[in-house]
């Protein structure tokens, strides 16, 4: 039983920062790799950023130089550092794991950029 908890999420101001986490049971973390999406009412969930199981990172061009994706094996646990988050950042963030044996998606986590 693969169980992935988000947390962290929140409501922030323009340009302020949050962390979110994601923490893994019921597999071995570290050999997978791990990913954060996000979506909005109407809109196709998008890939915010990737992480391998040695640690390679992905962002999309939409974060890049904002977001910091992170992973602690000894935690079971990926994080999202997020900064100078803008309006535009507002979803539901997701974590995911995939593995050759299924894909396991978190419960989400608000996000919420508003002055």
């Known amino acids: 039983q693969v169980q992935l908890v988000e947390s962290g999420g929140g409501l922030v101001q323009p340009g302020g920062s949050l962390r979110l986490s994601c923490a893994a049971s019921g597999s071995i973390f570290s050999f997978y790799a791990m990913g954060w999406y996000r979506q909005t009412p109407g809109k196709q969930r998008e890939l915010v950023a990737r992480?391998?199981?040695?640690?390679?990172?992905n962002y999309a061009d939409s974060v890049k130089g904002r977001f910091t994706i992170s992973r602690d094996n000894a935690k079971n646990t990926v994080y999202l550092q997020m900064n100078s988050l803008e309006p535009e950042d507002t979803a539901v963030y997701y974590c995911?794991?995939?593995?050759?044996?299924?894909?396991?998606w978190g419960q989400g986590t608000q996000v919420t950029v508003s002055s």
């Open positions: 995911k794991q995939d593995r050759p044996t299924g894909t396991t």
């Open positions: 992480i391998s199981s040695l640690g390679a990172t």
